[in-house]
């Protein structure tokens, strides 16, 4: 299994950007795929994710309604539109999958809930 974000980048306050995360060697669409990200000397927190079966999304307080999830499983591909952007939302984002297709809801928010990770795309954002 690989999954390859990207997208990262320098924006200022108030910018926007689209991760990308494109995904093989499992069936995408019987994955549960998640956004997390980690800042510097934090531990990593759960900023998305989207269902396979409903597509359903859930998002962290920090970033609903500024942040989208949304996947096309023709294109194995999840993506995270981030807009207004913050300070505060400067981080390594992570990509994960989760392929076990009855996982309790409460999983997908923290990271033990997914099986495969992606290597990271850094955002920074300037003031």
């Known amino acids: 299994v690989q999954l390859q974000a990207s997208g990262g980048g320098l924006v200022q306050t108030g910018g926007s950007l689209r991760l990308s995360c494109v995904t093989s060697?499992?069936?995408?669409?019987?994955?549960?795929m998640g956004w997390f990200r980690q800042a510097p000397e934090k531990e990593r927190e759960f900023v998305a994710a989207i269902k396979w079966d409903s597509g359903r999304t859930y998002y962290a307080d920090s970033v609903k309604g500024r942040f989208t999830i949304s996947r096309d499983n023709a294109k194995n591909t999840v993506w995270l539109q981030m807009n207004s952007l913050k300070t505060e939302d400067a981080a390594v984002y992570y990509c994960?999958?989760?392929?076990?297709?009855?996982?309790?809801?409460?999983?997908?928010?923290?990271?033990?809930?997914?099986?495969?990770w992606g290597q990271g795309t850094k955002v920074t954002v300037s003031s």
């Open positions: 994960a999958a989760d392929y076990e297709p009855y996982s309790v809801l409460s999983s997908l928010r923290l990271p033990s809930g997914y099986d495969s």
């Open positions: 060697g499992r069936s995408f669409r019987r994955a549960t």
